[in-house]
Nanobody
Framework: QVQLVESGGGSVQAGGSLRLSCAAS????????MGWFRHAPGKEREGIAT???????TYAGSMRARFTISQDNAKNTLHLQMNSLNPEDTAMYYC???????????????????WGQGTQVTVSS
């Protein structure tokens, strides 16, 4: 049973930074594709960035400038560095994983079958 646990969320003022982490457990090898998604009230869940087991990363176009995804395969952890945060970034942030590579529709949430509980990020103006 794969478990994903996010941490690092919180409240921050506009212009600030946060670093989210996701720890994966219950598996013998890291999932082939892991990613970060977010869900704000009244909006659809959106993909932020993904990281393939081979190190390839993919970003949603609007996120690339301010967000950076990284991974530590030895520790089965995934991180998301978020800079220059603004109130529109307020959302629940989720870590997700799947068994097949990120080459196929990496930013589409229905393609992932493992999800964490989420960590809340609140940005005040």
């Amino acid at each position: 049973q794969v478990q994903l646990v996010e941490s690092g969320g919180g409240s921050v003022q506009a212009g600030g930074s946060l670093r989210l982490s996701c720890a994966a457990s219950g598996l013998t090898v890291r999932p082939a594709c892991m990613g970060w998604f977010r869900h704000a009230p009244g909006k659809e869940r959106e993909g932020i960035a993904t990281a393939d087991l081979d190190g390839t990363t993919t970003y949603a176009g609007s996120m690339r400038a301010r967000f950076t995804i990284s991974q530590d395969n030895a520790k089965n952890t995934l991180h998301l560095q978020m800079n220059s945060l603004n109130p529109e970034d307020t959302a629940m942030y989720y870590c997700a994983a799947r068994a097949y590579r990120c080459t196929y529709r990496p930013l589409e949430s229905p393609t992932y079958n493992y999800w964490g509980q989420g960590t809340q990020v609140t940005v005040s103006s």
